[in-house]
């Protein structure tokens, strides 16, 4: 029994022991690289780290041993915890020479410029330079590949000091929506005042930049971007506009009908998400689509009720109206000129920095988002 108790906590240990620890740009435990290529390669993912804050580690292994190298990039990430606390901003490129298997672990917060389809691409396009052993070449595409990924400044907000689970991102995103509502209301009063002759721009002005400052203010210390949280305030603030206008200047029954359905649309998306990895735009879109449902739903409802209370006379002066939704797809691909990277223009193994000789990350942790390619 006390042998069992002691086996169960040393395996953990052992196995912990069996990840390779990252303190370096580049960890070689295949000796395929040159110590001039080694060089290289650290030198470009010391720039990458200075121009776009992305902290990438590189790590060739044999093989994992049977284990599907998603599963051993995520325990390596674990491990290493690259990029910074709070940002997330870490890449670790795994290539495993003897499996013939790639993987790029992307951090948490580069997941939405760098997504998986992306991750994948870009390991494929470098099969070719993989396949015929030319390592150095296919290293310095995939991080040109990365660094072009990789956003000018990561994170408009002030860095993140803590992730909120996705709770917490729900709720905001509920309070961001009635914030929308409210406002929308009153700038409808406040224009339709001013048609009467009422002058209130200033109020107009509050009612238009306090509650994104608000709001902003406090998803500051998370990982939403200054970027996400107003592209959501303005289009649930375009949307209750327009619904507002509807009741306001055309119809009270419609315009009562798109503020029900975006109100209830909106609740349907908190109580049930899409995916709980969804972040704050993944709720907008979700919660915009679930709105127009409910709204059509709804609309089909009254009319029913109103053919019902007039006797089914089929009074052709009955409203009806429809919606069309137009959607539109971004194709991403790698050009042929990323396999073809010249590292004989770029950086000089005799420019090493002092930067890259302790490349332990920073507290970073992986959604579990990349990509896995073979060659």
Not at 73 to 97: M, P, S, T
Not at 145 to 154: F, H, N, R, W
Not at 174 to 203: D, E, H, K, N, Y
Not at 361 to 370: H, T
Request: net charge negative.
């Amino acid at each position: 029994m006390v042998k069992a108790l002691l086996l169960s906590l040393l395996l953990p240990t052992l196995f912990l022991g069996a990840v390779p620890s990252i303190t370096q740009p580049v960890t070689d435990l295949t000796e395929t690289l040159r110590a001039r290529e080694m060089a290289t390669v650290a030198q470009a993912l010391v720039k990458l780290r200075e121009e776009k804050r992305v902290q990438m580690a590189v790590l060739l292994v044999d093989t994992t041993d049977g284990q599907p190298i998603e599963d051993y990039a995520e325990e390596v990430f674990r491990v290493w915890k690259g990029g910074e606390a709070g940002r997330d901003n870490g890449v670790l490129l795994i290539i495993a020479k003897g499996d013939r298997r790639s993987r790029l672990e992307v951090g948490y917060g580069l997941e939405p410029y760098l997504t998986d389809g992306q991750s994948q691409a870009l390991l494929h396009a470098q099969g070719p330079l993989l396949r015929e052993g030319r390592f150095e070449a296919a290293l310095l595409a995939i991080i040109a590949g990365v660094s072009e990924q990789a956003p000018e400044s990561l994170g408009l907000l002030h860095p993140p000091r803590s992730h909120w689970p996705f709770f917490a991102v729900s709720g905001f995103f509920f309070i961001l929506v009635m914030f929308a509502f409210t406002a929308a209301g009153l700038l409808m009063q406040c224009w339709l005042s001013a048609r009467r002759g009422a002058v209130i721009p200033v109020v107009a002005a509050m009612l238009g930049l306090i509650p994104p400052a608000v709001l902003v203010s406090v998803a500051w210390d998370s990982q939403m971007t200054l970027l996400d949280v107003l592209l959501a305030y303005v289009a649930m603030l375009a949307a209750f506009l327009g619904g507002w206008f509807v009741a306001r200047r055309r119809s009270g029954l419609l315009g009562g009908v798109l503020l029900t359905g975006l109100l209830l649309g909106t609740l349907a998306c908190v109580v049930w998400p899409l995916s709980p990895t969804a972040g704050l735009v993944g709720l907008l879109a979700w919660a915009l689509l679930l709105s127009l449902a409910t709204s059509l739903a709804i609309g089909l409802v009254v009319a029913m009720v109103k053919g019902i209370s007039t006797g089914g006379s089929g009074d052709s002066s009955s409203s009806s109206w429809a919606t069309s939704s137009s959607s539109s797809s971004t194709d991403w691909g790698s050009s042929d000129s990323s396999s073809s990277y010249d590292s004989s223009s770029s950086y000089s193994s005799s420019d090493s920095s002092s930067s890259s000789s302790d490349w332990s990350g920073g507290g970073g942790s992986s959604g579990g988002g990349g990509g896995s390619d073979s060659w």
